[in-house]
């Protein structure tokens, strides 16, 4: 097929009800034809070249972008421009929104005609098995031996990055991303409004029932003095890994995340299973009868959400953000941490070191691998990963003559993340940012330093182990595990009835005899198969 047509033909996937059938066929995947046109870019062999090419080569990839970016196509990137240059790859990218991820890929991958690649997807588990199984990927290893200095040194030194890519059959069929960030593993922090508490006479509180008194004193009062009653106790976003409020449930004894799923004691324990579960409910339940909690936490989107944290003056008591400079008057908000529940529990909720798989696949179809492979190893060079993120060197980067980086200053008009996402893909871009970085001070931008601060004030109340996304599992065992998503789908339902109406002891008996229905004990027997040592 020519390379040149294939943009064309995603949107007639798009709109093709015969491929919507073809998502769940059991056909063959049919590859690129073996003798492309003569307008084609020619193959080029192992081992015949060095960037940059003799020739140009092209590639067709799918690249996934998150809401902020407002190009339409990458290259217009400064940076891909500057890599074309020294390596003669072209590439044709399709652009494609993040939020539309799966159904864009189960088209193209239903319609047999692929990319050459697919970059920024951050997709594994049983998505990237059923495709590796299919024969739509292809394994990497030799690959990344012969073509990715960068990346194979970056697994000799940090084998974790390695580990994570590794499939249950030893092969890798995707690049990893990783911001490898202390703070990753502890993203929520809650903000309380120490003016609002000092207008009221209250100290900042340390336990979950002087949070009541401090939420019960802001009601009703005109706080800001915009002569409103439009003051908002406390939100958040439910079910948000930064925003939803889960790190309350500490001080109840457990754990609640998004997967719901901890592990306390080299046991894996289901949080909505635990009677501190209950008790956790029940307290919210209070805060949200009297009104104290945001009658929309479990309905607003992240514009809302966002746009309640920055109106002229501050509306909200206390909310979950990484940071309280986002905040109206940030200034005027301090962390709200570990706080003991009625038995004297407290902690916060770990998260995942910042380490994705599904970073950039190359498919099949691909006639240059070789090129291919050696083009994406540019991306794991540390200068060009930090690029990779904050914009090219001279642009978006200032290089020290220390060796050191900083950010340089935005356009008059423009903040951080717009000017970054103008110039550079971000975050949805295989790359690695390692651990080194953030120790050595190496580069780490305001809103980072920011971030590790806060860091260090939870780090100590991080008790319980969450379960570990990077570990792969058997092809059999991730099938299996999608027959869970009622179970998921439940807890958020039946939470946010909890909270609104409350728990009584009979629905109380319901709700586990529904977790035994939905599958709860085969669910965490699968998962601890790998998760516990």
Known sequence: MNKKKWTSLMS???????????????NEPTQKESDPPAEATQAVNEGDFTFPLKEQVELDILAFKGASIKVRDYNEYELFKRLEERTNVHVNWTLADESALMEKLNLVFAGGSYPDAIYGAMVGGASLSSWAKQGILMPLNDLIDRHAPNLKK???????YKAAVTHYDGNIYSLPKAVDAPFYQAPDTMWINKKWLDQVGLPIPTTTDELYNAL??????????????DEIPMTFMYNSHWLGGFSLSNSFGIMDNFNHTFIKDNKLIYAPQE??????????HSLYSEGLLDNEMFTQTPQVYYSRLQY??????????????????????????????????????KENAGIWIGAFMITSANENPEVTMQWIDSHYD????????????GIGLKKLDNGKYEDMPSPDGMDNSEFNSSIAPGYNAPNIIPADNYRNNIFITPRETEELAAYVLKEPLLKYEPLN?????????YEALEDFDDLSNYISTIFADFVINGVTDDKWQTHLDQLKKLGVDKFLDIHSKYQLK
Request: a negative charge; hydrophobic letters at 35%.
């Open 312 to 349: 002229e003056e501050p509306v909200v008591g206390v909310a979950s953000y990484p940071i309280n400079s986002f905040l109206t008057n940030g200034d005027e908000y301090v962390p709200l941490l570990g706080l003991k529940g009625p038995s004297g529990e407290f902690g916060w909720k």
């Open 382 to 393: 540390f200068e060009m990963s930090l690029e990779i993120q904050e914009g090219p060197v």
């Open 216 to 229: 019960k004193a802001f009601k009703g009062k005109d706080l800001n003095g915009n002569g409103k009653q």
């Open 12 to 26: 007639v996937f798009i709109v093709s009800t015969l491929l919507l059938a073809a998502c769940s066929s059991n």
């Open 154 to 160: 970056l697994f000799e030194d940090y084998p974790q």
């Open 469 to 477: 996304s990077v570990l792969v599992y058997d092809a059999e065992d």
């Open 275 to 284: 009677q501190a579960y209950r008790d956790y409910a029940e307290y919210m």
